[in-house]
């Protein structure tokens, strides 16, 4: 018996549409097979390099395109069960593989050979007759060649590798620093005097938490988001919504083995030596080149703009709010731990909008129809579930995704809807496969289809209850749909463009663009119905979601903003030197005079945005970027008079979700929009338009 042969993961994939065989994998399948596909890799990199043939597109470009395949899906396979059914056993292979596949990648980016010819091709780009997804393919390996170092000789080369590495390390434990931080905190509610206030949802969903932890006649907060944030929101408790935040903010900002403090430390003192090695001034001036924005200052010229008016409007909130709690006879200054409380008090007084009358309206399964109908609305394609397909959880439906006119299959949907204590916090999308046609000549298949899942963290209903989703927990499920979307639409010929591979300030676009199909009446009044009576939606209940949906938005806006800019200032340092990042982050604060009681949506210590990986780093600026996008995007269609437009649609499918990074992303904008972005349309959408600063 060999590798090749008793390895489920290196042998082919014989499953219906060549899904992973997820019954048949092992943890300890991932370590030799790794090393099997980084050894194939190789292989085919140094055919390619050292070809004795003069470079071309073909055999140099699409060649390298195609390389690592094996490596690619393994690799793929790995990191999603790592975030969505991990176990100590992955977590081990997690930490033992950083370093090695780091390596790996820095072997490829730094092949003096294979540089060669494509800096040879890159320098006569003009005269190839290159089509222009061809183009670009060339520039975009071109330029992730020279931002790995592959320009760089001698010690500086073997010192880049050096940092690589050990970053690779570093964001990995970042990660698990966090996650093991959550996994040990419960809130145990034991009697009805520590559940006052929690309306029944949230019940349920403590119950529920109780049941999977094992813990017996009582009820569990997690730090999970849709445990925490319904607890800040509704409990009337005051000491254990206290006890509860300062637990939610303090994540990997604990003395002993899973302190994030010294990791982001190092993690930020390495990438500004990175960044030096490329002959920028700071970390931020390097990420921010291969971007929309393309500058620190294109970015802080955004921030600007927002910043002043979110700021005066989150102090009228806080005079709001204060206001609301002298009146209820409580002489208190709002903290941390009472906005969300007192502002869902005064929603409820200036709305009547209760999220206890809003939840059954928002069943689960009837949003997941909503988006699947909006999809098909506007792209023509239709979600059938496969429950014969393998997943690797129950709770986990796999769906074929068609093209109604002709019945074509476009992708395989993997859709994952609840949190459970193997599972990373936080939503996201991800591929298991990516959508590609490039082939080998006399290759029969028609391309690779994509393979694209959806990750939720909502908290599930309790058995026999269905599980009621807030309105923000849906415009999450919209969002990462977008996501999927973007992922599952993609029709391109390379790999290296291909979906979400875009710069990260475009890649939300796809996302948040979504979210406003939410908020149209007409798709409120069809799909959310009451789950017991199947009643749609009142419609002055919608009226009062519309008059309250910019309630509030000083404090997100801020929260946002001031995660955004400390994210900024500390990738902006120019110097190497270690910094306290608590106290680093204390004072950023301060200068920024954020308001009291509002606090920031990720601190450094958890900031998973910019420490789990670097594809956040100096970029958490990108959803607000892309919001600019989304915001003047769907205008388009409400100029067309339709949110389902059919040729706003069809323009919206071909230059924005099935380009991937097949185009530069302002062109791809233009092609879409007709014209450049406005930011009016983002000001107005956050009602921060004439806000008295
Ligand atoms: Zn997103």
Redesign the pocket.
Known sequence: MTLATCNPLVQPWTTPHGLPPFADVRPEHFAPAFSMAIAEQLREIEAIASSTEAPTFENTVAAFDRSGRLLVRIRALFYNLAASETSPALQAVEREMAAPLAAHSSAIYLDGGLFKRLDALYERRATLGLTQEEARVLERFHLDFVRAGARLVGPARERYAQIMSRLAELTTRFGQNVLADESAFRLVLRDERDLAGLPDFVRAAACQAAVDRGVADAFVITLSRSHIVPFLTFSDRRDLREQAWRAWVARGEHDGEHDNRPVAQEILALRQEQAGLHGCESYADYALADTMAGSQAAVDSLLQQVWAPAKARAEREREALQALALSQGESLQIEEWDWRYYAEKLRQARYGLDEAAIKPYFPLERMVEAVFDCAQRLFGIRFVVRADLPAYHPDVKVYEVRQTADETLVGIFVHDNFARPSKRSG???SVYRSQSRNMLAGSADGGVLPVVANNNNFAKGAPGEPTLLSFDDARTLF??F??GLHGLLSSVTFERVSGTQVPRDF??LP??LFEHWLSEREVLKRHARHYRTNEPIPDELVARLEAASKFNQGYETVRYLASTRVDMAAHAQRSAEPIDIAAFERAELLRLEVPRGVGMNHRLPHFQHLFSSASYAAGYYA?LWSEVLDADGYDAFTEAGSPFDPDVARRLRNFIYAAGGSRESREAYRAFRGRDPSVRPLLRERGLLDVDA
């Open positions: 939503a996201w999308m969002h990462e977008g996501h890649v939300e996302s948040q959803y």
